[in-house]
C-alpha cells in the first residue's frame, strides 16, 4: 500500500493510524524494536530538519535501519530517470519515503515499485504532516464535529489537512488572497470524502474562517522553490497574518497550530507563537510518532 495522496490510507486506514499514534506516543517502549530487518529509503531532494529527524528516529525506535539519500547523490530525473530510480531502489528497500518537488516523480515511482512509497512531501500533497496535525488537534477535543482554520496558501499542507480533516468529521475553512485557493480537484475530493457533516469553506477574509474555531493553523507565505517569489507575496498575504487579534477570534481553548520553520512576523506574530495555547512544538514532535504508526501500518 502506498501513502502518496492521504486519501491513500481511507477512512478507517487513517483512525487505525491515528490511534495507533496515540498510543506508541503513551508508551514508547511498546513497539520499540518490533520491526527488525525493515530496510527504509528517505530520499530528500529539498533540505530538511523536522521529517528527516523524525522518520530517522521513528524507523530506529522500531528496529529498521534508515538510509538517508540525498539528491545531490541521485539527480532524479537528471542524472538517472525517475522510473529507473524508483525501480533499482524497490530492489533494496522495504519502503520507499520521499522529499520532492514533483508530485508525479512519486507518482511515477509508486507506479513501478512493489514496497510501499511514502509522500514525505510534494508539491501538490504533505500527508504526513496532515496524520501529526490531526494527532495534535485530537490531543486538545475530539476530531468529530471540531473546526480548524487556515490561514494563508492554499498549499499542499492545506489539501492534505483539508482532505485528512474532512475524512475524520473536521470541519475545515481556509482563508487567503483570491488566486491561492487550493486547487478545485483537491477540494472537491475533500468535501466527496467528508463524514459527520465536516464542511470545506474557502473565503477571503480571515475573521470570518477564525471565528469560533478550535484551532488556527498558518504556514509560511513562500514555500522552498518559491523563494523569487517573497516579496510580492509579503505584500499580498499580509492581511492574513495570524495576529493576536485574529487569533481572539477562535474559540476560548482554541488551539495554534504551524507546520514550522515558521517565518516569525510575517505570517504569525511571536504572540501567538508562544501563546500558552500554542502546540507548534507538540505538533513537531507528533511527526515523529505518527511516521511511526504510519510505518507500523505499511508493514502489518
Not at 23 to 40: E, I, L, Q, T, Y
Not at 110 to 134: G, R
Amino acid at each position: 500500500m502506498d501513502f502518496v495522496n492521504v486519501a491513500d490510507l481511507g477512512r478507517d486506514g487513517l483512525a487505525a493510524v491515528l490511534d495507533l499514534a496515540a498510543a506508541v506516543k503513551a508508551d514508547r517502549a511498546s513497539v520499540a524494536g518490533s520491526r527488525p530487518g525493515v530496510n527504509v529509503g528517505l530520499f530528500f531532494e529539498k533540505p530538511s530538519l523536522r521529517t528527516r529527524v523524525s522518520c530517522e528516529v521513528a524507523a530506529n525506535d522500531l528496529g529498521m535501519k534508515p538510509y538517508v539519500l540525498k539528491n545531490d547523490e541521485i539527480g532524479l530525473g537528471k542524472r538517472e530517470a525517475v522510473t529507473d530510480v524508483g525501480a533499482v531502489l524497490d530492489r533494496y528497500l522495504d519502503v520507499l519515503a520521499l522529499r520532492v518537488f514533483d508530485h508525479r516523480n512519486l507518482e511515477a515511482i509508486a507506479a513501478v515499485a512493489d514496497a510501499p512509497v511514502v509522500n514525505l512531501l510534494s508539491d501538490l500533497e504533505h500527508p504526513c504532516q496532515a496524520l501529526a496535525d490531526l494527532q495534535t488537534l485530537a490531543e486538545a477535543r475530539p476530531l468529530q464535529g471540531a473546526t480548524v482554520a487556515f490561514i494563508g496558501d492554499g498549499n499542499n499542507v492545506a489539501t492534505s489537512l483539508m482532505i485528512a480533516g474532512a475524512m475524520m468529521g473536521v470541519s475545515v475553512r481556509i482563508a487567503g488572497p483570491a488566486g491561492h485557493e487550493p486547487p478545485e480537484a483537491m477540494l472537491a475530493a475533500a468535501r466527496a470524502g467528508a463524514t459527520g457533516g465536516a464542511e470545506i469553506v474557502v473565503t477571503g477574509d480571515p475573521a470570518e474562517a477564525v471565528r469560533g474555531a478550535d484551532a488556527v493553523y498558518t504556514d509560511v507565505w513562500a514555500s522552498m522553490g518559491q523563494e523569487d517569489e517573497a516579496a510580492v507575496r509579503r505584500a499580498r498575504f499580509e492581511p492574513y497574518r495570524v495576529d493576536e487579534a485574529l487569533f481572539a477570534l477562535a474559540g476560548p481553548e482554541a488551539i495554534f497550530l504551524h507546520c514550522l520553520p515558521a517565518h516569525r512576523g510575517d505570517e504569525v506574530t511571536d504572540g501567538v507563537a508562544d501563546h500558552p495555547r500554542s502546540r507548534i512544538y507538540d505538533q513537531a514532535e507528533n511527526r515523529m510518532h505518527a511516521f511511526k504508526a504510519l510505518l507500523l501500518h505499511l508493514t502489518g
